[in-house]
């Protein structure tokens, strides 16, 4: 039987200050013409006219797609979906958070494949194509999307977060310019901070990781832990900005090729029903879903605080687990992360909620690969304990 691992990642990945400079020279073995998919931020910030005029100046025309909001939904991949049809485009550069780079990847490969994009969740078809070239340009330190063969869309109708993962929805290249996430807003870096955070613990507990991914798994912990606190206190901090954007790079890396668990299986629902941003409501549950779950991840999370602390090699494993527990609910303090009460959700609502948002996060399959395995009862009593949780 074959003990064989793979990692699979864009096939070009551009990395470094002023990276963003080379998008012209990167793209111009793709043709010259273009869709841009982003949001009305990056828009504002004029980074959406950086990069077009970058690609004019290569000789390439440009469209815009720019209508992204917070969360991407299939609206927004259908109103790309028409761009794509009438345009005859060559390339599709996506810029901005994981909310625009996944409506690109989704996008461009439902427009080569049939169906629609529900009908390629886990378990059911697989993509026979893949899309036109796609080059991802990250402005946050967090998704990861940029790096992954993931994408989350959630379904206007039923308000479900769908989760797909093929590798055809990888992209091409990667562009990540740490200088981009310099624009981020305060709550935004503590949001994409915890997210990269979570994609990085999810990876190493993930029954599916292997040795390569718990190497990225376990930096990008590290520098988070050293990091979030500076990126979030100064926007300027060179040093944070650029490792929290190798670790958001790395956690993706490790969480596209080994799985996330639990914590991504519950936090989808909750978006998805209350509108929180995705790194926001992974943020909110991550210290609530590992103390509940820590007799069956004592090990692996012992291994984390070890990492962060070789000197406590010979305390006792309980301990180191809890320690740990207790300095992720000190980061998640330090970065101002709320509860879901303090968020504002509506208490008689979320009770109404609690059986769907169960049932959703065992049918995404994502706890299938946490450590222990909980049943529906069980992740109902773990939603109640997230609502009012105290970090």
Request: glycine letters at 6%; charged letters at 20%.
């Amino acid at each position: 039987m074959s003990t064989a691992n793979q990692v699979l990642m864009p096939n070009k990945l551009v990395y470094g200050f002023r990276a963003i400079d080379e998008v012209g020279t990167i793209t111009n073995r793709f043709g010259n013409k273009a869709l841009i998919v982003s949001d009305p931020v990056m828009e504002k910030e004029g980074l959406v006219n950086r990069v077009e005029n970058l690609l004019k100046k290569a000789g390439v025309s440009v469209s815009k797609y720019t209508d992204i909001l917070t969360e991407p939904t299939t609206r927004n991949l259908k109103d790309v979906l028409t761009l794509m049809s009438d345009g005859n485009y060559d390339f599709i550069l996506a810029l901005g958070g994981g909310s625009c780079i996944d409506t690109a990847k989704a996008a461009n490969v439902m427009y080569v494949n049939e169906g629609e994009i529900a009908d390629y969740i886990p378990g059911m078809k697989h993509f026979t194509k893949k899309g036109l070239p796609l080059i991802a340009i990250p402005t946050t330190a967090g998704t990861g999307s940029e790096v992954t063969k993931v994408t989350v869309i959630t379904d206007a109708n039923t308000q479900v977060k769908m989760m797909v993962s093929q590798p055809e929805l990888l992209p091409d290249v990667a562009i990540v310019d740490p200088e981009l996430t310099y624009t981020c807003p305060q709550k935004v870096t503590a949001a994409t901070g915890l997210d990269t955070l979570c994609h990085a613990i999810e990876a190493y507990l993930s029954d599916r990781s292997h040795e390569l991914t718990d190497h990225y798994a376990l930096t990008a912990i590290e520098y988070v832990f050293r990091f979030l606190p500076r990126a979030y206190q100064d926007r300027n901090d060179k040093e944070a900005r650029e490792k929290m954007s190798i670790a958001a790079t790395m956690a993706s890396i490790a969480f596209s090729n080994a799985s996330v668990t639990l914590i991504h299986g519950m936090s989808r629902p909750i978006g998805a029903l209350f509108h929180i941003p995705h790194g926001i409501s992974n943020a909110m549950i991550l210290p609530a879903v590992l103390e509940f779950t820590k007799d069956g991840c004592t090990e692996k999370l012992t291994n984390i605080y070890r990492s962060l602390h070789p000197s406590n090699s010979n305390v006792e494993a309980s301990d180191l687990v809890e320690r740990f527990i207790k300095d992720l609910k000190h980061l998640c303090i330090e970065v101002n992360t709320p509860n879901l009460q303090q968020w504002g959700v509506n208490g008689q609502l979320y009770e109404q909620h609690l059986q769907k948002m169960a049932k959703d996060a065992l049918a995404s399959g994502s706890p299938n690969n946490h450590p222990e395995k909980l049943g529906l009862e069980e992740i109902v009593e773990l939603y109640n304990l997230c609502y009012s949780y105290q970090f």
